[in-house]
């Protein structure tokens, strides 16, 4: 059992390109979410799930979209790359209807030049 | 704004000591949780309380509650060098995400 599993690691991309970053979960987590994690601002919620065909908005949303076609995957794309978007993202997932604790991805480390 | 606001940002202490970070947030919570994270890699759920809840116990982690002054504190016992690593509270409610702080970073010296 893997838990959660995001790919690539790492990334670098030129500003104003594309990239959508992996996450899989074998679980059966109802719940999936994406963090950024950026120095000294703990980690802000992007968008989150709470189970398939269901998405929402989470604190920064901007610039990235998501979908959720199965319990198992959830992947973050990147609409048009930015140097702000350069960060840490992780991904993170837990039951519902009261998560007791995340289990999180070991995050994909993102350059935007 | 974060919910969660972990105290100090920072400490450092020798091996062997007891390590003491804070945190407090603003709203009424069902659980609050702690997570660690080492240099590099994604965080790891410590230990979570309940609301109803003041104090529990995990291996060297101790965990309080105060739900009058909106705080909580963890404690580890007896550092040790792998112990090193950052720190979060996250705070959770029913039907809302998880929200963290940002974080206290711990150095435990040989």
């Known amino acids: 059992n893997a838990g959660v599993t995001q790919t690539p690691k790492f990334q670098v991309l030129k500003t104003g390109q594309s990239m959508t970053l992996q996450c899989a979960q074998d679980?059966?987590?109802?719940?999936m979410s994406w963090y950024r994690q950026d120095p000294g601002m703990g980690l802000r919620l992007i968008h989150y799930?709470?189970?398939?065909?269901?998405?929402d908005q989470g604190e920064v949303p901007n610039g990235y979209n998501v979908s959720r076609s199965t319990t198992e995957d959830f992947p973050l794309r990147l609409l048009s790359a930015a140097p702000s978007q350069t960060s840490v993202y992780f991904c993170?997932?837990?039951?519902?209807?009261?998560?007791?604790?995340?289990?999180f991805g070991s995050g994909t480390r993102l350059t935007v030049v | 704004s974060q919910q969660g606001e972990e105290d100090p940002q920072a400490l450092s202490i020798q091996e062997g000591e007891n390590a003491t970070m804070n945190c407090s947030y603003k709203?009424?919570?069902?659980?609050l949780q702690w997570y660690r994270q080492n240099s590099g890699r994604g965080l790891v759920h410590l230990i979570l309380?309940?609301?109803?809840?003041r104090e529990k116990h995990s291996g060297r982690l101790r965990v309080t509650l105060d739900t009058s002054k909106k705080s909580s504190s963890l404690l580890i016992t007896a550092s040790r060098a792998a112990d090193t690593a950052s720190y979060f509270c996250?705070?959770?409610?029913?039907?809302?995400?998880?929200?963290f702080g940002p974080g206290t970073r711990l150095s435990v010296l040989p």
């Open positions: 993170a997932s837990s039951i519902l209807p009261e998560p007791n604790g995340y289990t």
């Open positions: 679980m059966n987590h109802e719940y």
């Open positions: 799930s709470v189970g398939a065909g269901i998405t």
């Open positions: 709203t009424s919570i069902n659980n």
């Open positions: 309380i309940r609301s109803n809840e």
């Open positions: 996250a705070t959770v409610n029913y039907g809302q995400n998880f929200v």
